[in-house]
């Protein structure tokens, strides 16, 4: 399989080197160049298969051609050992659960699948690959624990201060080995920046060997499809897939990249619904069909606080520049910081569950925004406790914290203090060499 890039201006790429650069020379993200349909047999089927077994399939279809089946059904079975349930929360509402990996957090499988699939590629490399990666929350986290301890590859997070949560902070501030966390004086954009701005820099690039663990990297998206064929098996099972509406709480635009990629290889999605927070450019180019992104303000929900998602080139590119095209399979939602905190406040006093800040927009998007031969689902992205202060002050008790976060909350933070400046982060890096 070969990938082109979003600006058409670089040239197509195999598997390896999209991984390996992450982003394209002429800073277009990287694309596949054909979406192959699965076979009619394998939705027939589906229901029958287990995650891992669903997640191979799906897998084959992007990666087959450049891996070993073997190998590449141990990477996914390796990175695939926890489960993630689909739970009903109403009667027409469904919380896909995507929090049951090591970071309780839906990214642990795309950067799982990343680190063994860049682990395969710099097998035989003599200089080491750095990643770099900017966090507004849960990326961070899984990024490092998903790469920690891998030989040969060293992950630089990059996280806006003051600006994650305090348990989101200690999951990447407190590993040490092969993970620095690098805290930035400025927003996740600006993390953002740097990171884009070291990959199109020549010196940099001559003396590192450097790629990104964002969802601007191939092998971190499109694992994140796996979810929705297993939402959808989950729901065939119980006789509710034929009117699936799926609402995923959006930020970088992976997430929800990744769905659409899944719809595109046939996986009968009815229509998608992406909920912001106040960073809502998405929403206001839904209806208005002018991309305006502006800096990202700080909320509850801070990992959607993006003010410019990368993956909005992904989202042009695979309907063409269309804006009618694409408002006729996604809508969209924004909600402010109140109206989260009813949310969370009232689905937990009628239904006993207990939301996170951002599975709190997806689920009130389908609430507000579904027919009643629907059946929704919302991707519940992290769980409740990483967002402790804010849920405990919304629900004015305790939360339980799972005895994965204690582990991470007795360690020692170190991060490295760094301006948003480009020089600076270039200095730093250039002393690593």
């Known amino acids: 399989m070969k990938y082109y890039s979003t600006n058409k201006q670089a040239p197509l790429a195999s598997l390896e080197d999209a991984v390996i650069k992450g982003l394209a020379s002429d800073r277009g993200l990287y694309m596949p160049e054909v979406i192959k349909p699965l076979p009619k047999e394998f939705y027939d089927n589906i229901e029958n298969l287990s995650f891992q077994e669903i997640a191979y399939q799906v897998a084959d279809v992007f990666f087959g051609e450049d891996i070993p089946a073997d190998k590449l059904k141990e990477i996914v079975y390796d990175t695939l050992n926890f489960d993630t349930p689909v739970v009903k929360v109403t009667d027409n509402i469904y919380s896909l659960e995507l929090f049951h990996g090591p970071t309780l957090a839906f990214k642990d499988v795309g950067a799982r699948f990343m680190a063994r699939l860049t682990s395969y590629y710099t097998r035989n490399q003599n200089s080491p690959v750095n990643v770099l990666v900017a966090t507004s929350g849960d990326t961070g986290s899984a ?19 003051g600006k994650v949560s305090p348990i989101q902070e200690c999951q990447f501030t407190t590993l040490g080995q092969n993970i620095t966390a690098i805290e930035v004086d400025g927003t996740f954009d600006d993390c953002q920046a740097l990171v884009k701005a070291a990959f199109m820099d020549k010196e940099l ?7 990104s663990a964002n969802s ?208 600076d982060f270039k200095g730093y890096l250039r002393q690593k060499v």
């Open 143 to 161: 990024v490092a624990n998903g790469f920690l301890g891998v030989d040969g590859v060293h992950v630089y997070v990059l996280y806006p201060k």
């Open 205 to 211: 690039n001559d003396k590192l060997m450097l790629t």
């Open 216 to 423: 601007i990297n191939v092998a971190r998206f499109l694992p994140q499809a796996f979810y929705y064929f297993y939402a959808y098996a989950q729901l065939k099972k119980m006789g509710k897939a034929d009117e699936m509406v799926v609402c995923v709480p959006s930020g970088n635009f992976g997430n929800i990249t990744a769905g659409l990629f899944g719809k595109r290889m046939g996986l009968p999605i009815k229509r998608f619904i992406a909920a912001n927070n106040r960073n809502d450019i998405f929403y206001q180019y839904l209806q208005t069909g002018q991309y305006n992104p502006r800096p990202s303000v700080a909320t509850i929900a801070n990992a959607m606080d993006v003010g410019d998602p990368s993956n909005f080139a992904r989202v042009l590119d695979l309907y063409e520049h269309s804006h009618k095209a694409i408002t006729s399979e996604i809508s969209g939602a924004t909600y402010t910081d109140e109206q989260i905190r009813e949310t969370v406040k009232k689905v937990y006093e009628e239904t006993g569950y207990l939301l996170d800040p951002h599975g709190a927009c997806g689920y009130r998007a389908l609430d507000e925004g579904l027919k009643p031969e629907e059946t929704g689902v919302f991707l519940e992205t992290a769980h409740p406790a990483k967002f402790l202060e804010t849920v405990e002050s919304i629900l004015g008790s305790k939360v339980e914290i799972p005895g994965k976060l204690q582990e991470f909350m007795k360690g020692e933070k170190v991060s490295i203090e760094m301006t948003k400046e480009f020089e």
